[in-house]
């Protein structure tokens, strides 16, 4: 059974603070690693996609690294703000032409001014 | 560009009466399309994806149906809603291919009563 895990669960900083976001999959075969956030009550919005093939994303002040000989991904954070609070979510994609995905349960972060 | 718009935002429901949610996405053709839900303090899981129209594939056995009678709609369904079906769906589309990216939509908040 192919799982992703994300750690921690919540996280809570000071604003400005950098900060990193865990995520671990298993099974090596991976077609891309999408990173989310979402707000509360709301739907998702996409961050950083990752093909396979790649190692990094950068949007900005979101980093995306992934992985997949330890079958990890992180989300770094820089210079982090109060409306950087959310949950954020990974997922990993599956199954060919199918786009299917496989969510972690999410890091709710708290971000204090 | 591409949208993806899902109503209604928010629905309550009584035990046992049926259900249908629409997702419909515009700005692409023959895209993926996905149907997530998240219950209360779990993370999201796949329903329902189509390939195309007419092409449905059920990811985990549940009371409810999908159907994508057009290109860019797709529905949730249920005849007879149980306490259970209480969540938060998501529709989803991507590109024809599991490298691309996916977009959701804005949720249905489900509550059965």
């Known amino acids: 059974k192919q799982e992703v895990t994300q750690i921690p669960a919540a996280l809570s900083v000071p604003e400005g603070e950098n900060l990193v976001l865990n995520c671990s999959f298993t099974?090596?075969?991976?077609?891309?690693l999408q990173w989310f956030r979402q707000d509360h009550g709301k739907g998702l919005t996409s961050l950083l996609l990752?093909?396979?093939?790649?190692r990094e994303q950068t949007s900005g002040r979101l980093n995306a690294s992934l992985d997949k000989s330890s079958g990890r991904s992180t989300l770094y954070i820089a210079a982090s703000q109060p409306g950087d609070s959310a949950t954020y979510l990974c997922?990993?994609?599956?199954?060919?032409?199918?786009?299917?995905?496989?969510f972690g349960q999410g890091t709710t972060l708290q971000v204090k001014p | 560009s591409q949208t993806i718009h899902q109503w209604p935002a928010t629905l309550v429901q009584p035990v046992g009466s049926p259900l249908s949610l629409e997702c419909t996405v515009e700005?692409?053709?023959?895209?993926?399309l996905y149907w997530y839900r998240q219950a209360a303090g779990r993370g999201l899981q796949l329903l329902f994806y189509?390939?195309?129209?007419?092409?449905i594939s059920s990811e985990v056995p549940q009371n409810l149906s999908a159907s994508r009678p057009q290109d860019r709609q797709f529905i949730l369904s249920s005849k007879k809603l149980l306490l259970s079906d209480s969540g938060f769906y998501l529709c989803?589309?991507?590109?024809?291919?599991?490298?691309?990216?996916?977009?959701f939509g804005q949720g249905t908040r489900l509550t059965v009563v």
């Open positions: 997922a990993k994609a599956i199954g060919g032409n199918t786009g299917k995905l496989i």
């Open positions: 189509s390939v195309g129209i007419g092409q």
């Open positions: 990752i093909q396979s093939s790649q």
């Open positions: 700005g692409t053709s023959n895209p993926n």
């Open positions: 989803a589309w991507s590109v024809y291919s599991g490298l691309s990216e996916a977009f």
């Open positions: 099974d090596s075969a991976i077609y891309n």
